[in-house]
T-cell receptor, first 108, second 112 residues
Framework: LAKTTQPISMDSYEGQEVNITCSHN???????ITWYQQFPSQGPRFIIQ???TKVTNEVASLFIPADRKSSTLSLPRVSLSDTAVYYC?????????FGSGTKLNVKP | DTAVSQTPKYLVTQMGNDKSIKCEQN?????MYWYKQDSKKFLKIMFS???????INETVPNRFSPKSPDKAHLNLHINSLELGDSAVYFC???????????FGQGTRLTVV
């Protein structure tokens, strides 16, 4: 059973809200959930991190249910510049499980 | 004023050679990492150091050896390079293990 899974790709249009869900099958009690954004030829860039319930910052929201077996990254009103690959990660002190990345394509 | 910088950005070398990639962070973080991103864009952690001590050492060939001379540096040395080592290698740091990570720009290694 894959540890961390997410959809391979998603399409959206400018101005829409986009939700990307990740499954965290092997998440441990002390693990945090983090989402990163990556553009071509760049390193991943931190978007948001949470432990449970809901976290919101200036660019995104993160929803984590009580069982913490999944997380949903919500991007409000996406623009063309949000076209990128989005990675989820569950990580603790000495183990890291990255998802395989979701390629988000935002169309005009 | 780059937070996490790694050099070189590109590295082309022949099979069998030994090479090093350097990484430095100026964020004062306690934890540093090396990741490998393959051609399918899968990100895999290779090593993690916390306060200069190795805390993660995933299933990586012995030819890969990390070295942390101090908290701000984590270098990666690779012996006897193989074709399959071709990938982009990212260095990263965070204040605590598993925390909000800052990534470098990556080193694209091509073994020919």
């Amino acid at each position: 059973l894959a540890k961390t899974t997410q959809p391979i790709s998603m399409d959206s249009y400018e101005g829409q809200e986009v939700n990307i869900t990740c499954s965290h099958n092997n998440i441990a009690t002390n693990d945090y959930i983090t989402w990163y954004q990556q553009f071509p030829s760049q390193g991943p860039r931190f978007i948001i991190q949470g432990y449970k319930t809901k976290v919101t910052n200036e660019v995104a929201s993160l929803f984590i249910p009580a069982d913490r077996k999944s997380s949903t990254l919500s991007l409000p009103r996406v623009s063309l510049s949000d076209t990128a690959v989005y990675y989820c990660l569950s990580a603790g002190f000495n183990k890291f499980y990255f998802g395989s990345g979701t390629k988000l394509n935002v169309k005009p | 004023d780059t937070a996490v910088s790694q050099t070189p950005k590109y590295l082309v070398t022949q099979m069998g050679n030994d090479k090093s990639i350097k990484c430095e962070q100026n964020l004062g973080h306690d934890t540093m990492y090396w990741y490998k991103q393959d051609s399918k864009k899968f990100l895999k952690i290779m090593f993690s150091y916390n306060n200069k001590e190795l805390i993660i050492n995933e299933t990586v060939p012995n030819r890969f050896s990390p070295k942390s001379p101090d908290k701000a540096h984590l270098n990666l040395h690779i012996n006897s390079l193989e074709l399959g080592d071709s990938a982009v290698y990212f260095c990263a740091s965070s204040q605590e293990a598993g925390g909000h990570g800052f990534f470098g720009q990556g080193t694209r290694l091509t073994v020919v």
